[in-house]
């Protein structure tokens, strides 16, 4: 219930800010972020399991710099070792 709840405060601001040419994104990180403590509790899983920081960084940096006519409105994170 509360990812749907951010997802929709997410689309109300997304209504009322658009027309102000400010760009509202929901961004899902579906994944174990790289970090020392969540190796730590995952030591025997392969790097391609964990979400790169950097790697999120850019891929949100990357919606900072959309044109007003592709603005992305959710963008889901996932690994790319995750097993579909």
Do not use: C, N
Not at 49 to 78: C, G, H, K, M
């Amino acid at each position: 219930a509360a990812k749907a709840a951010q997802r929709s405060l997410a689309q109300s601001l997304a209504r009322q800010l658009g027309p102000e040419g400010i760009h509202v994104a929901h961004v899902v990180i579906d994944a174990v972020v790289d970090m020392p403590a969540s190796r730590g509790m995952l030591p025997d899983r392969p790097d391609d399991f964990f979400a790169q920081p950097a790697d999120i960084a850019e891929s949100v940096y990357f919606l900072t710099r959309q044109p007003r006519s592709a603005w992305t409105f959710e963008l889901d994170l996932r690994p790319f070792g995750e097993p579909w």
